[in-house]
């Protein structure tokens, strides 16, 4: 069965990094953009940026760019989602998505979802 | 930034037709996905590119896309399909996905 599968969730402080990722099964990974959304209570879902594994392409939300890096190993078919230094706000649900053909297209099968909690 | 929304709640009974909107400027000349998302769950693909149905989802759901407005059609309408539903599209100006603010459906 096709589908992506997320690191756990995660509990940390203000000013500490953290590395999600985010690993796709039976399909061809490196042919597929991944997505990254952010979802709080109160912003509802946000793009953050998107990845080509195949030659780790991104490209970034304005919102998001300079604050995470998205990146790939299309070796081991992961892609990652990492912060230098949290704040409190970064606290949300982060899910990775693929798209269905192009970048532009939708997003037909997304990760289960890590949780992130940034509290001192 | 192109803008889309979307009504907070939309309420209706088991058996009914729920309508969920999606507004946008020019929203007609985008393709608009649709998402359906239950508690503490991830956003399942329900709809995409205005009407199409991913194998698995229902012929009760249904998209249209017309002027500023699409919709989110939903026949029939079961307890199940209680959730939030976003929608979302591709703004070709700025190369961004940009989602819906959400919409809350509830089955009385």
């Known amino acids: 069965e096709v589908h992506l599968v997320q690191s756990g969730a995660e509990v940390k402080k203000p000013g500490e990094s953290l590395k999600i990722s985010c690993k796709g099964s039976e399909y061809s990974f490196a042919s597929y953009w991944i997505a990254w959304v952010r979802q709080t209570p109160g912003k509802g879902l946000e793009w953050m940026g998107i990845i080509f594994p195949g030659d780790s392409e991104t490209k970034y939300s304005p919102s998001f760019r300079g604050q995470v890096t998205i990146s790939a190993d299309k070796s081991i078919n992961t892609a990652y989602l990492q912060w230098t230094s949290l704040k409190a706000s970064d606290s949300a649900i982060y899910f990775c998505?693929?798209?269905?053909?192009?970048?532009?297209?939708?997003?037909?099968?997304w990760g289960q979802g890590t949780k992130v909690t940034v509290s001192s | 930034s192109y803008v889309l929304t979307q009504p907070p709640s939309v309420s209706v009974a088991p058996g009914l037709t729920a309508r969920i909107t999606c507004g946008g400027n020019?929203?007609?000349?985008?393709?608009v996905h649709w998402y359906q998302q239950k508690p503490g769950q991830a956003p399942v693909m329900v709809v995409y590119?205005?009407?199409d149905r991913p194998s698995g989802i229902p012929e009760r759901f249904s998209g249209s896309n017309s002027g500023n407005t699409a919709t989110l059609t939903i026949n029939r309408v079961e307890v199940g399909d209680e959730a939030d539903y976003f929608c979302?599209?591709?703004?070709?100006?700025?190369?961004?996905?940009?989602f819906g603010g959400g919409t809350k459906l509830t089955v009385l």
């Open positions: 020019g929203i007609e000349y985008k393709s």
């Open positions: 590119d205005d009407r």
């Open positions: 979302q599209v591709w703004d070709s100006t700025t190369d961004h996905r940009v």
């Open positions: 998505a693929r798209h269905r053909h192009t970048q532009q297209d939708a997003l037909d099968l």
